[in-house]
């Protein structure tokens, strides 16, 4: 096991040891690390918690194939300990000479792209990650690419127009040139298990399952992350000390994609980026929600098991896989469970999972010909936005277009997500028409008590359930 922490910064590698370095907790945010070095100030805080990306970073790391792939977080969402092995890069990296600019500078330049100057090292990195990836994107890529970041001045015409035009490169720049001397300086370290303990916190960062099963036992207290988008507001919002932490996002067994003829099983940790591409074609209606959760940075970091382990009443993932009948998959010494999300919430932010088990997978069967399964999410704005009230629905016609099977599924709408069970039962062996459909509406009204708050009032949430109902029989009845 290792106790010190090391990753690629300004093309050395750095080394922490907590203990030594003692200004630094395991639970500093890389981006209070880096403003509290003196070359790094072009990182800035806009908002803590991953909403304005003026934290935007990009860490390097070689893929499946030995490529190196470049990924832009919201560096006041991570953890030191997370960028373990990583290579690092802020804005004052991108420079391609001691007074050139990048290609993506020079584009916000030329393009008159940039204001105030607060936000924009956010959106430059957010702008480089999708150079590297993307060599000649589409106007729908290059809007995605900057939805987790705020401009406050500008407006993003010239932001849009300015990465439309430095992304023509093929990714090539200096740091293609250093790819091969940062590969072997990050095989230089260590890839064993971390293990890091100060007066006060104890971080555990394990590398197989067996191994964080047996510290949850040795340590029942812990807290579970993979990506910390949510526990880590704990700590820049409420300022918590967190005392004992389990990262599980090294574990390479829960970052796998199993597809077989009838199922896919995504492992807990599969960042929501891989899902989003993985789905699009096979689960239309999770591919849609999950392309308007959170939002790039964010979607690098969150998987399944942390949206799941939270429990949330207004989590995004939950309804949708309830209507594709998907089931979480539980994991502890004692052995392997799977457990139907219909049952697997069974109150506020509570849920069936016993406090040694890990969420390991989340599998999802197959839809048989016919059955319609479809999602939507109800916010005040499209992207980077929390529900107020979201649904997701299932559908399977009978020979005479009645509805045999129905799933009707809500959130926001009480202390958890929640089916709409006497309106499923009235609908069942109806004919799915208009004149049914708007009948089992009034029952929406009976199945729910919802509450109001800074999103949305009570009555607009029941008119919202409500829509949504006719919204979903407008996209999915037959005509005759």
Same mark, same amino acid.
């Given at each position: 096991?290792?106790?010190?922490?090391?990753?690629?910064?300004?093309?050395?590698? $750095?080394?922490?040891?907590?203990?030594?370095?003692?200004?630094?907790?395991?639970?500093?945010?890389?981006?209070?690390?880096?403003?509290?070095?003196?070359?790094?100030?072009?990182?800035?805080?806009?908002? +803590? %918690?991953?909403?304005?990306?003026?934290?935007?970073?990009?860490?390097?790391?070689?893929?499946?194939?030995? @490529?190196?792939?470049?990924?832009?977080?919201?560096?006041? /969402?991570?953890?030191?300990?997370?960028?373990?092995? @990583?290579?690092?890069?802020?804005? %004052?990296?991108?420079?391609?000479?001691?007074?050139? /600019?990048?290609?993506?500078?020079?584009?916000?330049?030329?393009?008159?792209?940039?204001?105030?100057?607060?936000?924009?090292?956010?959106?430059?990195?957010?702008?480089?990650?999708?150079?590297?990836?993307?060599?000649?994107?589409?106007?729908?890529?290059?809007?995605?690419?900057?939805?987790?970041?705020?401009?406050?001045?500008?407006?993003?015409?010239?932001?849009?127009?300015?990465?439309?035009? !430095?992304?023509?490169?093929?990714?090539?720049?200096?740091?293609?040139?250093?790819?091969? !001397?940062?590969?072997?300086?990050?095989?230089?370290?260590?890839?064993?298990?971390?293990?890091?303990?100060?007066?006060?916190?104890?971080? =555990?960062?394990?590398?197989?399952?067996?191994?964080?099963?047996?510290?949850? $036992?040795?340590?029942?207290?812990?807290?579970?992350?993979?990506?910390?988008?949510?526990?880590?507001?704990?700590?820049?919002?409420?300022?918590?000390?967190?005392?004992?932490?389990?990262?599980?996002? +090294?574990?390479?067994? /829960?970052?796998?994609?199993?597809?077989?003829?009838?199922?896919?099983?995504?492992?807990?940790?599969?960042?929501?980026?891989?899902?989003?591409?993985? $789905?699009?074609?096979?689960?239309?209606?999770?591919?849609?929600?999950?392309?308007?959760?959170?939002?790039?940075?964010?979607?690098?970091?969150?998987?399944?098991?942390?949206?799941?382990?939270? !429990?949330?009443?207004?989590?995004?993932?939950?309804?949708?896989?309830?209507?594709?009948?998907?089931?979480?998959?539980?994991?502890?010494?004692?052995?392997?469970?799977?457990?139907?999300?219909?049952?697997?919430?069974?109150?506020?932010?509570?849920?069936?999972?016993?406090?040694?088990?890990?969420?390991?997978?989340?599998?999802?069967?197959?839809?048989?010909?016919?059955?319609?399964?479809?999602?939507?999410?109800?916010?005040?704005?499209?992207?980077?936005?929390?529900?107020? $009230?979201?649904?997701?629905?299932? /559908?399977?016609?009978?020979?005479?277009?009645?509805? @045999?099977?129905?799933?009707?599924?809500?959130?926001?709408?009480?202390? @958890?997500?929640?089916?709409?069970?006497?309106?499923?039962?009235?609908?069942?062996?109806?004919?799915?028409?208009?004149?049914?459909?708007? !009948? +089992?509406?009034?029952?929406?009204?009976?199945?729910?008590?919802?509450?109001?708050?800074?999103?949305?009032?009570?009555? =607009?949430?029941?008119? +919202?359930?409500?829509?949504?109902?006719?919204?979903?029989?407008?996209?999915?009845?037959?005509?005759?």
């Amino acid at each position: 096991m290792e106790s010190k922490l090391s990753f690629v910064l300004d093309g050395k590698i $750095v080394e922490i040891d907590f203990n030594r370095d003692t200004h630094l907790r395991p639970t500093t945010t890389v981006l209070n690390y880096l403003r509290s070095l003196p070359d790094h100030k072009g990182t800035k805080e806009g908002c +803590a %918690e991953g909403d304005c990306g003026a934290c935007t970073v990009v860490v390097a790391e070689p893929d499946e194939n030995g @490529k190196m792939k470049y990924t832009p977080i919201d560096s006041c /969402l991570v953890f030191l300990p997370m960028i373990h092995g @990583k290579w690092l890069i802020t804005v %004052e990296d991108l420079s391609e000479t001691q007074c050139g /600019l990048h290609p993506v500078q020079e584009s916000m330049v030329h393009k008159f792209g940039a204001q105030c100057g607060y936000c924009t090292p956010g959106i430059i990195m957010a702008m480089f990650a999708l150079y590297k990836n993307d060599f000649h994107p589409t106007r729908e890529a290059i809007d995605d690419s900057l939805t987790g970041n705020l401009c406050r001045c500008t407006g993003y015409r010239p932001i849009v127009e300015a990465t439309a035009e !430095a992304c023509v490169h093929n990714g090539l720049d200096r740091f293609t040139d250093e790819e091969g !001397a940062v590969l072997e300086q990050l095989k230089k370290i260590s890839s064993k298990s971390l293990v890091i303990q100060t007066s006060r916190q104890k971080y =555990f960062r394990p590398t197989t399952l067996s191994e964080a099963m047996l510290l949850k $036992v040795e340590h029942p207290k812990a807290i579970f992350i993979t990506g910390a988008t949510d526990i880590a507001l704990r700590v820049t919002k409420k300022h918590e000390l967190l005392e004992e932490i389990i990262d599980l996002s +090294a574990i390479s067994d /829960l970052r796998s994609i199993i597809e077989d003829d009838e199922k896919i099983i995504i492992g807990a940790g599969v960042p929501l980026n891989r899902v989003v591409a993985k $789905v699009k074609n096979i689960f239309p209606a999770l591919h849609n929600m999950l392309s308007v959760f959170g939002s790039p940075q964010i979607r690098n970091l969150a998987t399944f098991g942390g949206n799941l382990g939270s !429990a949330s009443p207004i989590g995004d993932t939950l309804p949708v896989l309830m209507a594709y009948n998907a089931k979480v998959i539980l994991e502890s010494i004692h052995g392997k469970r799977k457990v139907d999300l219909d049952v697997y919430v069974k109150g506020y932010r509570q849920t069936v999972r016993m406090p040694e088990e890990i969420i390991t997978a989340v599998k999802i069967p197959k839809l048989k010909n016919g059955t319609i399964v479809k999602s939507y999410k109800i916010s005040k704005r499209k992207d980077l936005d929390i529900s107020t $009230v979201s649904g997701a629905f299932r /559908l399977e016609l009978g020979a005479n277009g009645d509805a @045999k099977d129905v799933k009707l599924i809500y959130g926001g709408m009480a202390e @958890k997500t929640q089916r709409a069970g006497k309106t499923e039962k009235f609908l069942t062996g109806k004919i799915w028409n208009r004149e049914n459909a708007e !009948a +089992a509406m009034s029952l929406i009204d009976l199945e729910f008590r919802p509450i109001s708050d800074a999103r949305a009032g009570e009555e =607009f949430r029941r008119v +919202a359930a409500r829509n949504l109902l006719l919204k979903f029989w407008g996209e999915s009845h037959v005509n005759e």
